[in-house]
């Protein structure tokens, strides 16, 4: 494939805005308990709580009495109370009590911002743009999630620079150089990219370390000179605003994004390997094929937060390069990478122009 040198950056790509009228992933369901819980998706401070019936209700985290955060209050009921001088609030955001009004004052007429939320496959999704689009649109598929031939493992991501650079990363993987000692892919070869108006896909030639039909093969993690490698395609698709990826027929990754601001960036890496090569698989008992799913959740976590541990210290200082100097350009020779910026200005453009 033809490869382009020196392809300019979009001049503000590394403080490019996000297109909001889409489903970010806010939380694993798990990190949401009986208290409210504060997150910040792109400049919005939201708490998120869960009313009396478990479900759950997302509002801006801000008092309007006295702008403190709701989320160092507490649930009642259906609502929450602000811990200050305990004005609720309804999933609404509309103010249902303020315990010290006298019986001649009125409840204040004000409207916390709510959002459209949704918990669906182990995660809580949040729809922060315009709300009348929320209905267009839909959270990622995470099929894996439970389909008792997959085990699954989540790492969450928090790291200080700007989404372009984790797509980036995600997208080009010629990086497996950084990866070198753990091995989760090897000598990539671009093979074909194509592009939609929303989405960019690179299908790569690689070799893969680990097979889940030959797990004697997992040996070599730890034994390099048992290392063998097996050809393989890996594709990587950036559907906007989310990552996902196949690694031959066994491995499927997705990267929810959850972008904070233009230099902080939170993210869920999820792993699954697929359990299909054993043909057998279907004959044993759903109980004893669910309990092998639960006691294997996580298995990959340290892999994945290795992983995540050396990319992070690369877009960190990517970020801080930038930082010193906005003007500078870096030079490019993967195609895929070019593809990736235009998408990610063309959607910031598409929502700042609405
Ligand atoms: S600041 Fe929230 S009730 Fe007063
Ligand atoms: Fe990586």
Not at 258 to 282: E, N
Request: proline fraction near 6%.
């Amino acid at each position: 494939m033809k490869q382009s040198a020196g392809v300019p950056r979009p001049k503000c790509l590394r403080s490019a805005g996000v297109n909001l009228n889409y489903w970010y992933a806010v939380a694993l369901s798990t990190e949401l308990g009986q208290k409210p819980l504060a997150i910040q998706l792109w400049h919005q401070d939201i708490v998120l709580f869960r009313n009396r019936h478990g479900q759950v209700q997302a509002l801006a985290n801000r008092c309007p009495h006295r702008f403190v955060k709701l989320s160092s209050g507490y649930v009642q009921g259906d609502d929450i109370v602000c811990i200050y001088h305990g004005w609720r609030f309804n999933g609404a955001g509309h103010c249902t009590d303020i315990p010290y009004l006298n019986a001649q004052q009125k409840l204040p007429t004000c409207r916390l911002r709510s959002y459209p939320v949704q918990e669906r496959q182990g995660f809580i999704w949040l729809f922060p743009g315009d709300p009348t689009q929320a209905q267009n649109h839909q959270p990622v598929d995470l099929p894996e999630w439970e389909h008792l031939n997959y085990v699954v493992s989540v790492a969450p991501m928090n790291f200080q620079a700007h989404f372009s650079f984790l797509i980036e990363n995600l997208m080009d993987m010629y990086h497996g150089h950084l990866h070198r000692n753990f091995q989760p892919w090897g000598n990539a070869v671009l093979h074909k990219k194509s592009t939609g108006s929303d989405w960019v896909e690179a299908e790569y030639h690689a070799l893969c370390y680990f097979r889940i039909d030959r797990p004697w093969s997992a040996i070599q993690l730890f034994i390099p000179q048992l290392r063998r490698g097996f050809p393989t395609s890996l594709i990587v698709r950036y559907e906007y605003p989310h990552w996902h990826s196949w690694l031959g027929k066994d491995f499927r990754l997705y990267c929810l994004i959850a972008p904070v601001s233009a230099t902080q960036t939170r993210a869920y890496l999820i792993h699954t390997a697929s359990l299909g090569a054993f043909r057998d698989l279907h004959r044993l008992p759903i109980w004893f094929r669910r309990w092998v799913k639960n006691r294997c959740f996580n298995a990959a976590k340290d892999f994945l937060q290795g992983l995540i541990r050396e990319d992070v210290f690369m877009m960190e200082q990517e970020q801080q390069a930038y930082l010193q100097n906005p003007e500078r350009r870096g030079l490019e020779v993967n195609p895929v990478i070019g593809s990736v910026q235009k998408l990610i200005e063309q959607q910031a453009q598409i929502y700042s122009t609405l």
